[in-house]
T-cell receptor
Framework: NAGVTQTPKFQVLKTGQSMTLQCAQD?????MSWYRQDPGMGLRLIHY???????DQGEVPNGYNVSRSTTEDFPLRLLSAAPSQTSVYFC???????????FGPGTRLTVL | RKEVEQDPGPFNVPEGATVAFNCTYS??????FFWYRQDCRKEPKLLMS?????NEDGRFTAQLNRASQYISLLIRDSKLSDSATYLC????????WGAGTKLIIKP
């Protein structure tokens, strides 16, 4: 099992550009989520999904869109990048009895 | 007040010492509690779930105090490889994360 995979690992954008961060999991987990992590702020939930076709907003959803067309994939779209979106982005999935969250390796995004 | 709070540290501890972290939470209806470990520039990984009766995994002991609304993590006989940031997570409807406590083990 690859677990949770994310691409790209690094990305530099200019203000106003759009892009999609990819996330996939092969554990057949229903729940998937996107976080951003900033120094001293901890992990903040952007969007989450409880299954294919179902998404909802987390704590900091503005400027981001998601979709969940399959159980495996949960892409995050930045509509018009801003410097405030410079961060490390983690995708996670969870399931099973313990409901442990498994994280992808992260995408380091810089917006100039 | 943040929903989940941790001492940011860093904790500088000599190898072999015992170190304890606390994590306080504000929502008394919280149902599940976790400790994660995050190495520098890596993703968080589950260290332990925290059960009501307390639980132990080798050198690591986790405890829950519902009355005072905190969880704790105790690391005994600390190793250099324990150096990392330790995140607590508390679940009610969603997982809410503390900002993490950085631990540095010195030889």
């Amino acid at each position: 099992n690859a677990g949770v995979t994310q691409t790209p690992k690094f990305q530099v954008l200019k203000t106003g550009q759009s892009m999609t961060l990819q996330c996939a999991q092969d554990m057949n987990h229903e729940y998937m989520s996107w976080y951003r992590q900033d120094p001293g702020m901890g992990l903040r939930l952007i969007h989450y999904s409880v299954g294919a076709g179902i998404t909802d907003q987390g704590e900091v959803p503005n400027g981001y869109n998601v979709s969940r067309s399959t159980t495996e994939d949960f892409p995050l779209r930045l509509l018009s990048a801003a410097p405030s979106q410079t961060s490390v982005y983690f995708c996670a999935s969870s399931g099973g009895l313990n409901n442990e969250q498994f994280f992808g390796p992260g995408t380091r995004l810089t917006v100039l | 007040r943040k929903e989940v709070e941790q001492d940011p540290g860093p904790f500088n501890v000599p190898e072999g010492a015992t170190v304890a972290f606390n994590c306080t939470y504000s929502n008394s209806a919280s149902q599940s509690f976790f400790w994660y470990r995050q190495d520098c520039r890596k993703e968080p990984k589950l260290l332990m779930s925290v059960y009501s009766s307390g639980n132990e995994d080798g050198r690591f002991t986790a405890q829950l105090n519902r009355a005072s609304q905190y969880i704790s993590l105790l690391i005994r006989d600390s190793k250099l490889s324990d150096s990392a940031t330790y995140l607590c997570a508390v679940k009610n409807y969603q997982l809410i994360w503390g900002a993490g406590t950085k631990l540095i083990i010195k030889p």
